[in-house]
């Protein structure tokens, strides 16, 4: 029973344009979540976050958006540049501290 | 500064044999996770340490796994006997405790059990 998913498991995008990730999430007592963004032969490295008091985290061309009525969070990337080719993951955290991850999509911008 | 260092990077092994990967944590954290990822399932959490206590090891697939922290700077997972569905990237990632959220990953040990 995944907690958190990513139903798109790719996704292609013209360079210049956003590049929109999303996630869905079912366990209520999550209340911080995380992006990470992986590439090819390196371990995950942490992107950007979100507390569950905030709707909105945005850091330089990436925002995230939260909302928590609909549990679904919302990773967007503009403009989107081939050095962000990537698989993304979306994770959340609940006060057990924990990360539990989604599967993963990948981004691909065309150039 | 170093980052979390795995080993081995790649490891190739024959069903049945028993494999061991290897994990530095980053100097000064003190929670220390093993995950696993596969196409299906993306991370996998197996087991996370704190303080060199293993808190949750509820991930570990079945008993054939097995993790160990002897020390604040040294982390290992066994698979004896291993088996091809084994074969995936296992990561290892570190984090200061009490710190939610942002872990410090490994590079990932490759695993292929034919």
């Known amino acids: 029973d995944q907690q958190v998913k990513q139903n798109s498991p790719s996704l292609s995008v013209q360079e210049g344009r956003i590049s929109i990730l999303n996630c869905d999430y079912t366990n209520s007592m999550f209340d911080y979540f995380l992006w990470y963004k992986k590439y090819p032969a390196e371990g995950p490295t942490f992107l950007i976050s979100?507390?569950?008091?905030?709707d909105k985290n945005e850091d330089g061309r990436f925002t995230v958006f939260l909302n928590k009525s609909a549990k679904h969070l919302s990773l967007h990337i503009v403009p989107s540049q081939p050095g962000d080719s990537a698989v993304y993951f979306c994770?959340?955290?609940?006060?057990?501290?924990?990360?539990?991850f989604g599967s993963g999509t990948q981004l691909t911008v065309l150039p | 500064d170093a980052g979390v260092i795995q080993s081995p990077r790649h490891e190739v092994t024959e069903m049945g044999q028993e494999v061991t990967l290897r994990c530095k944590p980053i100097?000064?954290?003190?929670?220390l996770f093993w995950y696993r990822q596969t196409m299906m399932r993306g991370l996998e959490l197996l087991i996370y340490?704190?303080?060199?206590?293993?808190?949750?090891d509820s991930g570990m697939p079945e008993d054939r796994f097995s993790a160990k922290m002897p020390n604040a700077s040294f982390s290992t997972l066994k698979i004896q006997p291993s088996e091809p569905r084994d074969s995936a990237v296992y990561f290892c990632?570190?984090?200061?405790?009490?710190?939610?959220?942002?872990?410090?990953f490994g590079e990932g040990s490759r695993l292929t059990v034919l």
């Open positions: 990632a570190s984090r200061m405790g009490g710190h939610i959220g942002e872990l410090f």
């Open positions: 340490f704190n303080n060199n206590v293993p808190i949750d």
């Open positions: 979100i507390s569950s008091i905030k």
């Open positions: 994770a959340a955290s609940s006060k057990a501290r924990q990360l539990t």
């Open positions: 100097s000064g954290h003190n929670s």
